[in-house]
């Protein structure tokens, strides 16, 4: 398994602004995902992270509005950006360790636009 | 495209009784998990399922998966109100970045 260390655990932020949620993992892992999930709704993946390039955005979804940096292979970074209270959401950050084995899972961030 | 149906979406239950959630899945996929999540909480991961037949049990759970009728069960034994929480089930996507694609989720909750 993983040990993945998701910040901030919860945020209120003003329209407008922008938030960088952060994700760190203490070994190293193969995969780096970013979902978004509505209060009692399914998970939506938001983009794959890729070490070292631009990540793989899934229709929807756009780097202008959610930027995702992964420098190296334990952590990422996903930014949103120009917030709305649509922005509100839970946002998770996952991981596969390696190739065709489980997603673990951050504990999430919670974020609240007013 | 690869899309993932769960059902019930809501179920609850009396502890003591017996209950199956399903998961069809709409194209070919060689892997298929099941995730708990309970309210306010990240999701835990309950069962991999890799080839046909295959099955798992942990305490009152116990997962399954046709891959030839694209089903996997989740079958509740003797509820107890600790299983409260939202399962999802989730199966790879067979492109090059191997996704998963999830269910709705089920909501179970198990009454006294």
């Known amino acids: 398994s993983a040990v993945i260390s998701q910040k901030p655990s919860r945020d209120i932020c003003q329209r407008g602004t922008s938030l960088t949620i952060q994700c760190q993992v203490d070994s190293q892992v193969t995969m780096m995902f970013w979902y978004r999930q509505q209060p009692g709704q399914s998970l939506t993946l938001i983009a794959t992270?890729?070490?070292?390039?631009?990540?793989?955005?899934e229709s929807g979804f756009v780097i202008d509005k959610f930027p995702i940096s992964r420098p190296n292979l334990t952590f990422s970074t996903l930014t949103v950006s120009n917030m709305s209270p649509e922005d509100s959401s839970i946002y998770l950050c996952s991981v596969v360790i390696q190739v065709n084995t489980e997603a673990f899972f951050g504990q999430g961030t919670r974020l609240t636009v007013v | 495209e690869l899309k993932v149906e769960q059902n019930p979406l809501f179920l609850s239950m009396q502890e003591g009784k017996n209950y199956t959630i399903y998961c069809n899945y709409s194209t070919t996929s060689d892997r298929l998990y099941w995730y708990r999540q309970d309210p306010g909480k990240s999701l835990e991961s309950l069962f991999v399922?890799?080839?046909n037949g295959a099955v798992k049990q942990e305490g009152r759970l116990m997962a399954s998966l046709d891959t030839k009728a694209r089903l996997s069960t989740l079958h509740i034994t003797a509820a107890v109100h600790d299983l409260s929480a939202t399962y999802f089930c989730a199966v790879v996507y067979a492109g090059n970045n191997r996704k998963l694609i999830w269910g709705l989720g089920t909501s179970l909750a198990v009454n006294p």
């Open positions: 992270a890729n070490q070292g390039s631009e990540a793989t955005y």
């Open positions: 399922l890799l080839s």
